[in-house]
């Protein structure tokens, strides 16, 4: 197949899976949208069930999870994307450093050089045993690169850094816990979005509920967006509320107590704190957005949040491109970035921070190019949040001292 159909085939692939996101996130209407509704349904009825024997078969012990020589925090969500749960991974890590904890986190990747079933079956046939983890950070220096590691692995060892957190990329996380305790002597393990990664046992469940869309329609994957039935809110030692700009909603609470009465409910919202160069990391106050006219383009869950926080910045927006969650830029696609930006008189290009880490240094434009970095803020007292890190650090009856 030459480059030119290639092209043509994936952009034709990603034409038709954003049409299929639209159609789960609700924003299309029409005789299409209603009957590949009807299909994704047939679909999300047979994966519930699935979803519901493989819980019920570890809640019995038909399979066996494993526990490790350590304190295994799980951090997750019941949905697919969206939650916001990068920043409170990197909140929780770095408190739990600074507080002397010796601090790992395991990630599954996405679409890194971990993923490889291939490559994992050829090692195994020329070495003869599997390939250590993908190590991203040892604590001293980030050791692989967005393309390997995946975004967001990648985005949390390189803020992480100062802070000597270890982060490990692999699909076996219970490997990659041992090969951690093995080679790091970490003491702590965050499993980032590892809720629903059930060979690995943890001792807290630190699960994420967005604040404006909790759990989409209602329906599980792939005609909604659940992973698990709301039920299972009850796996909870802690619900984030994330995305907050206020107390949570009675009504959201009241679904949350009625699954799960003892949990503790956090909620937090998600502040950007700073607009950062693409180029050389350099830091510019968000008041320099007010006023300017700016080209967005992103590849996340829900893109309207980012748009809506530039817009709240007193951004501009003149050319808008969304696509696809953890979509891997082309050069073509980024050409298309910098023509609409240039045509639409744009003063500068902005993009999230998850995105700009795949960007490397093949999109250097002649306009600024900048991305904003949020950070988690806990709305209210901080107990929860300092509740769960004394619990974490002390043992289960530090929050009642």
């Known amino acids: 197949m030459s480059a030119k159909h290639r092209g043509l085939f994936s952009s034709a692939a990603e034409s ?101 079933m291939l490559k994992r079956f050829w090692r195994w046939m020329s070495h003869g045993s599997r390939p250590e983890p993908l190590v991203v950070s040892d604590g001293v220096r980030v050791l692989a690169d967005p393309d390997e590691a995946g975004d967001e692995p990648f985005m949390l060892a390189r803020n992480l850094l100062p802070d000597g957190v270890v982060v490990i990329v692999d699909r076996d996380r219970v490997e990659a816990g041992r090969f951690a305790l093995r080679r790091f002597g970490v003491d702590t ?24 869309d909790p759990f989409g329609n209602g329906a599980m994957l792939p005609r909604g967006i659940l992973r698990e039935p709301v039920s299972n809110l009850s796996r909870a030692s802690y619900v984030f509320i994330t995305k907050s ?24 919202a998600h502040r950007p704190s700073s607009l950062v ?40 927006i003149v050319a ?36 700009a880490v795949r960007l490397q240094a093949r999109f250097r434009p002649a306009m600024p190019l900048l991305f904003i970095r949020l950070e988690i803020e806990i709305l209210g007292s901080d107990e929860g949040f300092n509740g769960a890190v004394e619990r974490i650090c002390l043992g289960p009856s530090a929050s009642a001292r």
């Open 245 to 268: 700009d206020g107390p949570p909603d009675p009504a959201l609470v009241e679904v949350i107590r009625r699954h799960n009465p003892q949990a503790e409910i956090v909620s937090c």
């Open 16 to 116: 038709v899976a954003g049409f299929a996101v639209d159609v789960v996130y609700e924003r299309r209407k029409g005789p299409g949208a209603t009957l590949l509704a009807a299909f994704l349904r047939v679909l999300s009825w047979v994966f519930g069930l699935l979803v519901r024997l493989r819980l019920w078969l570890y809640r019995h012990r038909l399979f066996r999870d494993t526990p490790l020589g350590c304190k295994v925090v799980v951090v997750g969500n019941l949905t697919a994307g969206g939650t916001g749960k990068t920043p409170v991974v990197h909140k929780m890590a770095q408190v739990l450093a600074r507080r002397g904890r010796r601090v790992a986190i395991l990630s599954r990747g996405y679409k890194g050089a971990s993923d490889s």
């Open 277 to 316: 160069s693409v180029d050389d990391g350099k830091e510019t106050p968000l008041g320099w957005l007010r006023g300017r006219k700016v080209s967005a383009f992103s590849g996340i869950a829900t893109p309207e949040r980012f748009e809506e926080t530039l817009v709240s910045l007193g951004a501009d």
């Open 320 to 355: 808008n491109r969304r696509f696809l969650d953890h979509h891997a830029f082309t050069d073509e696609d980024l050409d298309e970035v910098l023509e609409q930006s240039l045509s639409s008189g744009a003063e500068a290009i902005v993009t999230t921070e998850k995105d």
């Open 189 to 212: 393990i965050l499993l980032d979005d590892g809720l629903q990664y059930l060979p690995l046992r943890g001792q807290i469940n630190l699960l994420l509920v967005d604040s404006r």
